[in-house]
């Protein structure tokens, strides 16, 4: 996607992980972007070398607090949130306000603006899931006073008033359901296991594996994370027609020895969201000397979905 600085995107939590991935994208398609944090879980030097960018300005924020940006807004990107467990088990107010009085402070400006609204919500939406994979239509299993319970309650009470904004106002919003988002600017010590390892390996020690270490996770690199959520949040303007080559053939080529064609799923669909997934599976393989993978998706829900 490529548009002009005429364009222009709010970013909440941008200074975090995956959001200032996002940021970055934006830019570099050519939007102007407005970020802000407060610096709670995110960092300054994710976003230090945008400092002079003609096009970026940073708001130092707590968005759980009212806000506002000057001048006009077409996207709403809500990604504001403690996400690692270490963090919402320190500030479990604070993440329960991020899905609540923040989502609430960003629909208003989407409406205000009359601007497209995005939210990142997790997996964690499902709870303690009875069924893998999940999709859109698993409503989940669910302790709302549990030990991880902050975290889940802000996000399923952020797609509830993502839904009734729409509902209620017409707001033109969508939902993205992140699941385990890996790649550069992650904390050594946020709790979560690729970053866990990788610090570990780099320092010579052992790798600590919880449990028995039959558990599974669906890994997703940030680019491709944030390749996702662009499709998903500019869905009107990609055309399905543009992505005529079903990811089987793209990965038969890619990786040959890897893959018999006949064998391999077929996906279309739209042109950001198709070569994301062609990256991720390439990437699985590479990662892990599979001589197979499963092309699942990332789970993107439009209110009317999200209700099941």
């Known amino acids: ?6 364009v222009s ?3 909440t939590g941008g200074a975090g992980f995956v959001p200032s991935h996002l ?13 802000l944090d407060n610096f709670v879980t995110g960092h300054a030097r994710n976003i230090a070398h945008l400092e002079n960018h003609p096009n970026f300005e940073f708001i130092e924020h707590d968005v759980s607090e009212p806000f506002d940006v000057a001048g006009p807004v077409d996207f709403v990107f809500h990604m504001a949130s403690p996400a690692s467990p270490i963090d919402y088990v320190q500030i479990p107010v604070e993440t329960l306000k991020a899905g609540s009085y923040a989502s609430h402070n960003a629909l208003d400006l ?15 939406v499902y709870g303690d899931p009875r069924q893998n994979p999940q999709d859109e239509r698993y409503w989940g299993n669910v302790n709302p006073v549990g030990p991880r319970s902050v975290y889940d309650e802000a996000k399923r009470f952020g797609e509830a ?6 509902e209620a106002h017409g707001t033109d919003t969508c939902i993205v359901r992140l699941f385990n988002t890996y790649g550069p600017r992650m904390r050594g010590h946020d709790g979560r296991a690729v970053p866990t390892f990788v610090r570990q390996a780099l320092a010579g020690e052992p790798l600590t594996v919880t449990g028995d270490g039959r558990q599974t996770r669906s890994l997703c690199y940030v680019d491709d994370t944030v390749a996702g959520i662009l499709a998903a949040g500019n869905r009107a303007m ?5 992505f005529t080559e079903n990811v089987s053939g793209l990965m038969a080529r890619l990786v040959p020895d890897y893959f018999d064609e006949s ?16 990256k991720l599976a390439f990437d699985h393989l590479i990662f892990t000397g599979a001589t197979s993978v499963v092309i699942a998706h990332i789970a993107i829900a439009m209110p009317a979905l999200a209700r099941g």
């Not at 996607?1 to 005429?6: E, I, N, R, V």
């Open 263 to 278: 064998e391999m799923a077929v996906f279309t669909g739209d042109a950001e969201v198709g070569i994301a997934f062609s």
């Open 110 to 124: 989407a409406l205000k603006k009359k601007a497209t609204y995005l939210v990142a919500s997790t997996s964690e």
């Open 238 to 242: 990609i055309k399905p027609s543009e």
């Open 161 to 166: 008033l993502t839904t009734a904004h729409a």
């Open 1 to 6: 996607m490529k548009l002009d600085s005429s």
């Open 9 to 11: 995107a709010v970013v």
């Open 23 to 35: 940021v970055d994208r934006l830019l570099a398609d050519g939007l102007r972007v407005v970020a």
